[in-house]
């Protein structure tokens, strides 16, 4: 199985930046995908970015611009630079593997105003 191990989240004010790193244990497939969403309280997880194995990005409509997706396959590790944050960017930010849908625990990043 493989195992997600996040880190870089932390508290930065509106206008600031964060950067997010997810290690994965083990790659089971040279096809993946690895995400990060986010779920904030009271509301459902949410798709923020994702970068498949050949290094193709999708970003929501909310962060485009702001926040930037990238991997190293030697490190299998994914990191999401997040700049001009806004408080509605708060969150809890997992880190996601596919395929096998395996999930990190977690990491809280607070903006505040």
């Known amino acids: 199985q493989v195992q997600l191990v996040e880190s870089g989240g932390g508290l930065a004010q509106a206008g600031g930046s964060l950067r997010l790193s997810c290690v994965a244990s083990r790659v089971i497939s040279s096809l993946n995908v690895m995400g990060w969403y986010r779920q904030a309280p009271g509301k459902q997880r949410e798709l923020v970015a994702s970068i498949n194995s050949l290094g193709g990005t999708y970003y929501a409509e909310s962060v485009k611009g702001r926040f930037t997706i990238s991997r190293d396959n030697a490190k299998n590790t994914v990191y999401l630079q997040m700049d001009t944050l806004k408080p509605e960017d708060t969150a809890v930010y997992y880190c996601?593997?596919?395929?096998?849908?395996?999930w990190g625990q977690g990491t809280q990043v607070t903006v505040s105003s």
């Open positions: 996601k593997y596919s395929p096998g849908d395996r």
